[in-house]
Nanobody
Framework: QVQLVESGGGLVQAGGSLRLSCAASGRTFSMYAMGWFRQAPGKERELVAAINRSGGSTYYTDSVKGRFTISRDNAKNTVYLQMNSLKPEDTAVYSC???????WGVGLSHLEYDHWGQGTQVTVSS
């Protein structure tokens, strides 16, 4: 079992940057594939970025490619989402998720993740 706690959200102007962190409990973090999802009011949850257990494979949704970077530090049990050139449409609650069953792959659907954090609000003003 792993528990996830996100931090780093906040209010930022368009064009600004934020770095989200997701700290995981437990000694097996390096075995989990990780993902960052977001959900804006009235919209469905969306996968933003995902990373496999080693960090050697990543995925980004088209709208964030070139602006966001997902990374992980297995020694610190933490996954990060560096968000640059933020836009008002990036405003959402961002949540991290973990799954043990993906092996060396990345999960592209929220259905593939078993463990979720409570989320952190990101608000981008125009």
């Amino acid at each position: 079992q792993v528990q996830l706690v996100e931090s780093g959200g906040g209010l930022v102007q368009a064009g600004g940057s934020l770095r989200l962190s997701c700290a995981a409990s437990g000694r097996t973090f390096s075995m989990y594939a990780m993902g960052w999802f977001r959900q804006a009011p009235g919209k469905e949850r969306e996968l933003v970025a995902a990373i496999n257990r080693s960090g050697g494979s990543t995925y980004y949704t088209d709208s964030v490619k070139g602006r966001f970077t997902i990374s992980r530090d297995n020694a610190k049990n933490t996954v990060y989402l560096q968000m640059n050139s933020l836009k008002p449409e990036d405003t959402a609650v961002y949540s991290c998720a973990a799954d043990l069953r993906l092996g060396w792959g990345v999960g592209l659907s929220h259905l593939e993740y078993d463990h979720w954090g409570q989320g952190t609000q990101v608000t981008v003003s125009s």
